[in-house]
């Protein structure tokens, strides 16, 4: 019955980070808005799940990943039914 994978993330003040991801199945989802990655206060990324071309019933496979370098903190990995504001 979830239908939100929410997570939150900041980054280390020193970091130059490059884009941050999610990979679902193999299925990459990147954070939309990438002027966020250098922020060092906490920031939500909330994901529709019906909008990936995956099963989501079926997970076998979950990364967190940034395509650089950099020291990004994730913290409160949750699904959602309705996900918080």
């Given amino acids: 019955g979830a239908t939100?994978?929410?997570l939150y993330f900041?980054?280390?003040p020193k970091s130059y980070i490059w884009p941050l991801y999610v990979k679902i199945n193999g299925y990459m989802i990147p954070y939309p808005n990438s002027s966020y990655l250098s922020k060092t206060s906490w920031t939500?990324?909330?994901i529709?799940?019906?909008?990936?071309?995956?099963?989501?019933?079926s997970v076998t496979t979950f990364n967190i990943g940034l395509d650089g370098v950099g020291t990004m903190y994730i913290d409160d990995i949750r699904l959602y039914r309705v996900p918080p504001q």
């Avoid at 529709?48 to 019933?57: E, G, M, S, V, Y």
Wanted: no cysteine.
């Fill in 44 to 46: 939500q990324w909330a």
């Fill in 48 to 57: 529709p799940l019906a909008d990936l071309p995956i099963r989501t019933w």
């Fill in 10 to 12: 900041r980054a280390d």
């Fill in 4 to 6: 939100t994978l929410v």
